[in-house]
């Protein structure tokens, strides 16, 4: 497989590349896009056979769950099985942004997802790409850092292009992005837990969630 790359706007990115690029996750294949994080690989979670080219393309363990991007709060909520008052005040306080919660998985989203943990790693971007794209294929999407597992996550569409050449079919090149990546949450215990640092802290986290 050659992979495809296009240079797109990060603010305006042509429709013709992101109707290619939706047709491609349609299909089953892997795209690399980048977020207002880093760049990420995108698949279609319906799609086992998607599912498991993610876990080709990085060389992770097929037992690892995938986090997925949605464009909304309303479509987090489709695909939880159960939502908190925890989570409406971080999703409501740092979404669109870089905050990715842990919550419980509905069982409409295959267990090879989940890791068959029967929880959820979720979060809305705030990008034009990522949530144009979610809009064109009407579901949330796979979307995990674009890397071979254990190294650095790609920080341009080039640096996804000489990692993953030949591994996903296809790259929305938007240039270089720079800062951490997101914070992740795990809500479904009684007390939340910080499960990786990044854009948002730990302190801002806590005070969302005071009373």
């Known amino acids: 497989m050659r992979t495809q790359l296009i240079e797109v706007s990060g603010e305006s990115p042509a429709d013709e590349a992101l109707h290619k690029a939706a047709d491609a996750i349609r299909a089953g294949k892997v795209v690399s896009i980048p977020t207002d994080t880093l760049y990420v690989l995108l698949a279609d979670p319906f799609s086992l056979r998607a599912v498991a080219a993610v876990f080709q393309a990085k060389g992770r363990e097929s037992h690892r769950s995938l986090p997925i991007l949605v464009d909304s709060l309303q479509m987090a909520e489709d695909y939880a099985a159960h939502l908190t008052a925890r989570f409406y005040l971080l999703a409501r306080r740092f979404w669109p942004g870089q905050l990715t919660i842990i919550v419980p998985a509905s069982p409409k989203l295959p267990l090879k997802v989940t890791g068959h943990t029967g929880r959820l790693a979720v979060r809305q971007a705030d990008a034009v790409i990522p949530n144009r794209l979610i809009e064109i294929l009407g579901t949330p999407v796979i979307a995990t850092s674009a890397n071979r597992s254990g190294q650095p996550t790609c920080r341009s569409g080039f640096e996804v292009l000489g990692v993953m050449d030949g591994r996903v079919a296809l790259i929305l090149d938007a240039g270089a ?19 990786r640092a990044g854009a948002i802290s730990e302190s801002a986290i806590d005070a969302a969630l005071q009373p």
Do not use: F, N, S
């Open 177 to 195: 992005v720079a800062g951490p990546g997101a914070t992740t949450v795990d809500i479904t215990d009684p007390d939340w837990k910080m499960i």
